[in-house]
């Protein structure tokens, strides 16, 4: 009997690439998703196969799985912060609702559930690089905070979960992640200045530029997602590159990568961007013996040529 797994959030781009990965495995995949963020352009290439289903459905209601679930991989949610900022009460009820609902379905399957969180829940991090046992600097009533808040939620309940049913569970804190897939105008920075350069814009910096991210590629975050839902470590595990810059390097990068001749202009820093962020990944080596593989010279050349591959019309395609 091949194993099944549900994952939400699967027309998404992490979740499409994790059900990707899985129907590699030879699991039977249950994507769902409700289409608010993601499209069926991401997972069109696995509906023809018979490993794979689709139920467009929101989790935030009631979910029902006919038959046997041996995993479900809760990634449903708005990820980018102008996603979160445009829907912030989905955002909160996805993270918390959602993730109730998609419990109770694991406990009644008798299922392992695995919850994207993210290290947004360290806030804007008075400890560097982060650790788990951060307990981070968010703003709860400020504009971040329905997506923090949601996730700090989502964590939390996981745990009690685990500790009060005896449910197994795994918590993937996940640091920025890019790749292939993702939305072109989802405002995040690499798909903003991908999408600029190729329009043939000026490349927007938000503040002085000053600020760090560290970026992971697809493929790395996907295998250590995986590792972890195979391991049997039930807190939180940091996954992310630990190969931090600043936006205006990145900004310098993305110039070089596409050959633009558009310079950077300056904005507004958005309330409570975080000013620095970089995963310490020391656990996930130590628990998974996972460390990333892919450096960000590599992973942006595939990223930036898939972008270039889009047809003309989906690159100024405003979704939203
Ligand atoms: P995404 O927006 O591409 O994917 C999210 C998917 O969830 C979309 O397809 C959307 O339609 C779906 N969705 C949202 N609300 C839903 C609901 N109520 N019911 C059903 N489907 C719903 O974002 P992503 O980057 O793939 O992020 C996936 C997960 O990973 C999210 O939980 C996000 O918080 C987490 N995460 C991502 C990153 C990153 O760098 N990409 C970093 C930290 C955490
Ligand atoms: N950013 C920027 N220009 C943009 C989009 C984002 O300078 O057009 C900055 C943003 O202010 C933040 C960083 O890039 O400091 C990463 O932003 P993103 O939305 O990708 O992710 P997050 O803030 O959630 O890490």
Redesign the pocket.
């Known amino acids: 009997m091949k194993k099944r797994v549900l994952i939400t959030g699967a027309a998404g781009f992490l979740g499409s690439h994790l059900s990707d990965r899985f129907i590699k495995e030879g699991f039977h995949v249950i994507g769902m998703d409700n289409l608010i963020t993601g499209s069926l352009d991401n997972i069109e290439h696995l509906m023809p196969l018979e490993n794979f289903e689709f139920h467009h459905h929101d989790v935030s209601s009631f979910v029902h799985i006919a038959g046997d679930l041996d995993y479900i991989l809760h990634f449903a949610s708005p990820a980018?912060?102008?996603d979160y900022l445009k829907i912030p009460i989905q955002t909160l009820k996805v993270g918390s609702l959602g993730t109730h609902n998609l419990l109770g379905l694991a406990r009644a399957k008798n299922a392992r559930m695995l919850i994207a969180s993210t290290?947004?829940v360290y806030g804007d991090p008075l400890v560097h690089p982060q650790v788990e046992e951060y307990y981070g600097n968010v703003n709860p009533v400020g504009p971040r905070g329905v997506y923090d808040e949601a996730k700090r939620f989502q964590e939390a309940i996981t745990m009690a979960y685990h500790t009060y049913h005896n449910l197994e569970t795994r918590i993937v804190r996940i640091f920025?992640t890019y790749g292939p897939r993702m939305r072109l105008n989802d405002?995040?920075?690499?798909p903003?200045?991908i999408g600029?350069a190729l329009r043939g814009e000026d490349?927007?910096?938000?503040?002085d530029?000053s600020?760090t991210?560290s970026f992971c590629y697809v493929d790395d975050q996907v295998e250590g997602i995986f590792q972890l839902l195979m391991s049997d470590y039930a807190y939180p595990i940091n996954i992310g590159n630990p190969d931090e810059i600043t936006?205006s390097q990145?900004?310098e990068e993305i110039i070089k990568l596409t050959g633009t001749q558009q310079k950077v202009i300056y904005?507004d820093?958005?309330k409570d961007?975080?000013m620095q962020?970089q995963p310490d990944i020391t656990k996930a080596n130590e628990v998974l013996g996972w460390s990333p593989k892919v450096d960000r010279s590599k992973g942006l050349k595939i990223t930036y040529d898939y972008f270039k591959s889009l047809p003309k019309d989906r690159l100024n395609k405003t979704e939203h």
């Open positions: 980018s912060p102008i290290s947004e920025n405002g995040r920075v690499l903003a200045f600029q490349l927007t910096i938000f503040g530029g600020q991210r936006i990145f900004a904005m820093l958005p961007d975080p962020r």
